[in-house]
């Protein structure tokens, strides 16, 4: 079997072994864990994510569905993503995902809350301006009841003394600068108080320009973490490219972004109650704006490898442990002893050939 050990992938050799949905090593007995000729990695984490199979999150409703259509692609655990929208809807779609304990596919982290605390002008993207506020830690506390809020994305600019942004460092809330009009300076003041992430760098954001720095220059030259969605149609393939040389492979995570026509023919879907239109690789509003996408988690590693040059280890680590490490979670990302029995099994191509969710196969293709 190959399991990929580059980047601390697995902490010493040995036969991999499911200990009561942990991950455990054996040196030198009987293989239990059997998958010569495949690739084994950690099961990929998706922390941007609108719907999938049909199911839009904003529908409030058979998410179990789409936590089952996510095992195919090696999604392991993700964060159901609300959109702007009226904030009473969110509040309860955030409160009815937190009851959702178990599910019967992927892990729910919690909920990534994008919008509605957004630049609702230049920067609107896919999201309906009639909904967009501005960002208030009154409101989000309201939303954040219940604890579940693990990731925001807004537009610091519009946020007054950086209050929102101070509470969200307060309660471990990954504070997402995305959507927003910043210039460098601005984003980089959220930054030391807080933020540490870029949502889908590149898209809706305040560009790179040498007499007028944004948000893109504010994430090429800070530590913290870029989102990409790296399909082609978002990004062309030499940004892609620019990026990681700039990023390195600590400094991306991949998402997807997508939509609920993801894994559906082409026809006319619903986002956040917009009508999107899916037509091959694409999801577009009837204006013409992307709506998220429709790529499958395995393919943007694929790509990932393809368009940047980086190793596979590198864009398999970009979808599972520096999501992982981002969201604060601990036990996941990794193929390393005590870690949670997440895994997906690639073949060459990189197409998932089975899924694992804490040590139970959910999946097999």
């Given at each position: 079997?190959?399991?990929?050990?580059?980047?601390?992938?697995?902490?010493f050799?040995?036969?991999?072994?499911?200990?009561?949905?942990?991950?455990?090593?054996?040196?030198?007995?009987e293989?239990?864990?059997d998958?010569?000729?495949?690739y084994?990695?950690?099961?990929?984490?998706?922390?941007?994510?609108?719907?999938?199979?049909?199911?839009?999150?904003?529908?409030n409703?058979?998410?179990?569905?789409?936590?089952?259509?996510?095992?195919k692609e090696g999604t392991?655990?993700?964060?159901?993503?609300?959109m702007?929208?009226?904030?009473?809807?969110?509040?309860?779609i955030?409160?009815?995902?937190?009851?959702?304990?178990?599910t019967?596919g992927?892990?729910?982290?919690?909920v990534?809350?994008?919008?509605?605390f957004?630049?609702?002008?230049?920067?609107?993207?896919?999201?309906?301006?009639?909904?967009v506020?501005?960002?208030?830690?009154?409101?989000?506390?309201?939303l954040?009841?219940?604890g579940?809020?693990?990731m925001?994305t807004?537009?610091p600019e519009?946020d007054?003394?950086?209050?929102?942004?101070?509470?969200?460092?307060?309660q471990?809330?990954?504070?997402s600068?995305?959507?927003?009009?910043?210039s460098?300076?601005?984003?980089e003041?959220?930054?030391?108080?807080?933020a540490?992430?870029?949502?889908?760098?590149?898209?809706?954001?305040?560009?790179?320009?040498?007499?007028?720095?944004?948000?893109?220059?504010?994430?090429?030259?800070?530590?913290?973490v870029a989102?990409?969605?790296?399909d082609?149609?978002?990004i062309?393939?030499?940004?892609?490219?620019?990026?990681?040389?700039?990023?390195?492979?600590?400094?991306?995570?991949?998402?997807?972004d997508?939509?609920c026509a993801?894994?559906?023919?082409?026809g006319?879907?619903?986002l956040?109650?917009?009508?999107?239109?899916k037509?091959?690789?694409?999801?577009r509003l009837?204006n013409?704006?992307?709506?998220g996408?429709?790529?499958?988690?395995?393919?943007?590693?694929?790509n990932?490898?393809?368009?940047s040059?980086?190793s596979?280890?590198?864009?398999?680590?970009?979808?599972?442990?520096?999501?992982?490490?981002?969201?604060?979670?601990?036990?996941?990302?990794l193929?390393?002893?005590?870690?949670?029995?997440?895994?997906?099994?690639?073949d060459?191509?990189?197409?998932?050939?089975?899924?694992?969710v804490?040590?139970?196969?959910?999946?097999?293709r």
């Amino acid at each position: 079997m190959k399991i990929l050990k580059e980047y601390n992938f697995t902490e010493f050799t040995g036969d991999l072994r499911n200990n009561n949905g942990k991950i455990s090593f054996s040196e030198g007995s009987e293989i239990e864990f059997d998958k010569r000729g495949k690739y084994i990695v950690p099961g990929f984490i998706d922390q941007h994510i609108h719907g999938a199979g049909g199911i839009d999150t904003m529908d409030n409703k058979e998410i179990e569905h789409v936590s089952e259509v996510l095992l195919k692609e090696g999604t392991t655990s993700f964060l159901p993503t609300t959109m702007t929208y009226d904030l009473e809807v969110v509040k309860d779609i955030i409160d009815r995902l937190e009851k959702l304990n178990d599910t019967t596919g992927a892990n729910i982290l919690g909920v990534h809350v994008e919008g509605p605390f957004i630049n609702g002008v230049e920067f609107i993207g896919a999201q309906n301006q009639s909904f967009v506020r501005k960002p208030n830690r009154s409101d989000l506390e309201w939303l954040n009841e219940t604890g579940f809020v693990k990731m925001v994305t807004y537009a610091p600019e519009l946020d007054e003394n950086l209050e929102m942004t101070k509470y969200m460092k307060e309660q471990n809330i990954v504070a997402s600068i995305g959507h927003s009009g910043a210039s460098m300076a601005e984003a980089e003041l959220a930054l030391e108080n807080g933020a540490k992430c870029f949502t889908h760098l590149h898209n809706a954001c305040s560009g790179h320009h040498h007499r007028n720095p944004g948000v893109v220059s504010a994430a090429l030259a800070n530590d913290q973490v870029a989102e990409l969605i790296v399909d082609g149609i978002h990004i062309h393939p030499d940004s892609v490219r620019m990026t990681y040389n700039v990023k390195g492979k600590d400094g991306i995570i991949l998402v997807t972004d997508a939509m609920c026509a993801k894994g559906m023919e082409d026809g006319i879907y619903s986002l956040g109650g917009q009508t999107a239109i899916k037509k091959g690789n694409e999801a577009r509003l009837e204006n013409g704006s992307l709506a998220g996408s429709v790529l499958l988690m395995n393919e943007a590693v694929r790509n990932m490898h393809k368009f940047s040059r980086c190793s596979l280890e590198e864009a398999v680590l970009m979808a599972s442990y520096n999501p992982a490490r981002n969201l604060g979670i601990e036990n996941k990302g990794l193929i390393k002893a005590g870690f949670d029995f997440d895994i997906t099994v690639l073949d060459e191509e990189f197409n998932v050939v089975e899924t694992y969710v804490n040590g139970t196969r959910k999946w097999r293709r």
